[in-house]
């Protein structure tokens, strides 16, 4: 029996201060072999038609993104078939995908052709109710994570006055010097791809990371408190891989989406992740710890515990009440799935599932596909 495809998830788009956060131009490059857009409403089925074509494609020893959805866990918005250049992806709201060379390369899926119109109709009222009182959650819900950014900056501010930069450089250099050791400077610059590892859902902080960050065999953990640079060595030595062609795989962070995280540089097989509450990376045996409060003065820490503590505790209490925010939109959005899926012809949506399997399964026996930025 063939070996079992890897399964890797990730998100593509995430609840941040800054509204919904999509990187969804990033799911698979524009020059795919075939992208499918599902279009439909909720409870139709999009979810469980897209993971019952991945679970047959990974049976089969084909490699699977699972692109998982930040306001349901449970469900995914998208699959994504990395050895042949293959995607279907929820193209609806908050995340509208439309076609960007149809026909060529990517077509719309339309969910509404198996649905009862008339009697999905017969709840207009009830729909357009829920759809605002959704909205009206997470517009709280990304107030209070920007009212929790906010605080967590001056949590950050706290630790940047007494933090030496210096070190932090050299703890840079020192990864970059011992990941890519003689290799130069390329004339032709690597790609990047942007996610999210982690993301904000009505069950909390959610990650993935043991498919991200744990396939690979050499994983740099940077610990420390807010301010001290994580992020920035991080993104740092991402950088200057790609400055040397590699392809670079940068994970956001969902509190603030223009810092990166995590980095994958997937030819090295070499990952950095930091840890840090409310993302905490329980680090390996093998894994090297890099301290960043080695570069903390300890009489500025000091002068800053009280403040500190309320900075944390503060921050805490918003970040809770915004997933709360979060769990009330996803019961909502339950309820109206409720009126949708009684009137879908899911025996119709069956056999389009087993002739778009076919599909797949008829470009995997086509040439393979190769991109340089490829996930």
């Not at 495809?5 to 593509?12: D, L």
């Not at 930040?70 to 994504?80: F, P, R, W, Y």
């Not at 990371?209 to 993104?235: A, D, F, H, M, N």
Request: aromatic fraction near 10%; charged fraction near 25%; proline fraction near 6%.
């Amino acid at each position: 029996m063939a070996a079992k495809g890897r399964i890797k998830k990730v998100f593509p788009g995430c609840n941040t201060p800054e509204g919904f956060y999509s990187f969804y131009d990033y799911i698979i490059p524009p020059d795919a072999t075939r992208i499918l857009i599902i279009k439909g409403g909720p409870g139709v089925g999009k979810s469980t038609f897209m993971r019952y074509i991945a679970n047959a494609m990974v049976e089969r020893g084909f490699d699977v993104e699972l692109h998982c959805c930040s306001s349901d866990n449970g469900a995914i918005d998208g699959v994504v078939f990395p050895q042949i250049g293959v995607a279907l992806m929820d193209g609806t709201a908050p995340h509208v995908v439309d076609p960007k060379t149809p026909g060529a390369v990517d077509e719309i899926v339309h969910f509404g052709q198996y649905w009862d119109e008339e009697k999905i109709r017969a709840h207009k009222g009830e729909i357009m109710a829920c759809n605002r009182e959704i909205s009206r959650r997470y517009a709280r819900a990304y107030r209070f994570l920007k009212a929790a950014r906010l605080i967590y900056e001056d949590w950050e501010q706290a630790n940047i006055e007494g933090m030496n930069f210096g070190l932090a450089n050299q703890k840079a250099d020192a990864i970059i010097r011992e990941i890519l050791d003689d290799i130069p400077v390329t004339a032709q610059v690597g790609c990047d791809r942007h996610l999210f590892a982690r993301a904000i859902t009505p069950d909390g902080m959610v990650d993935h990371l043991e498919t991200v960050i744990g396939p690979c065999e050499r994983k740099y953990v940077i610990v420390g408190k807010p301010g001290t640079g994580k992020s920035v060595l991080i993104e740092k030595v991402g950088r200057a891989a790609l400055e040397r062609g590699f392809f670079v795989e940068m994970y956001h962070c969902p509190l603030n989406p223009n810092k990166v995280e995590h980095v994958v540089i997937p030819q090295l097989n070499v990952a950095l992740t930091k840890s840090i509450e409310p993302h905490l990376y329980v680090a390996g045996p093998q894994d090297v710890i890099v301290n960043m409060d080695e570069g903390l003065d300890p009489a500025v820490e000091k002068k800053y515990t009280g403040l500190v503590q309320e900075d944390k505790e503060m921050f805490f209490s918003l970040f809770e009440r915004a997933i709360s925010f979060i769990g009330e939109a996803k019961v909502l959005h339950d309820k109206v799935e409720t009126y949708y899926a009684p009137y879908m012809d899911f025996e119709a949506l069956a056999r389009l599932r087993e002739h778009t399997l076919e599909r797949v399964l008829g470009y995997a026996k086509e040439a393979k596909w190769q991109h340089a930025c490829k996930p």
